[in-house]
């Protein structure tokens, strides 16, 4: 077994992808680049304000099979942890 906060991503695992203020599609488009950068085991913090993207970015990841490991909404935004597999 292991200890509490074992595993989990620091702030310097994790990237930044700052999409506030776009709207669909941009914020699953934009996600879409940025993973196809990214190397496997890497993870990125999106972030919007679009009301859709809490439909379009779990879509987006059902298709490319990457992994939504956490998903919080905020006062005015969605935040969606994503892994590159």
Do not use: N, Y
């Amino acid at each position: 077994m292991t200890s509490p906060g074992a595993g989990a991503p620091t702030p310097a695992d994790v990237a930044t992808l700052d999409l506030k203020g776009l709207k669909c599609p941009l914020p699953a488009l934009k996600t879409r680049k940025a993973l196809s950068r990214m190397a496997a085991g890497q993870r990125v913090s999106v972030i919007c304000t679009d009301p859709m993207a809490g439909i379009d970015i779990p879509h987006l990841l059902r298709e490319t099979g990457d992994v939504l490991e956490d998903q919080q909404k905020g006062e005015g935004t969605l935040t969606f942890l994503v892994r590159k597999v």
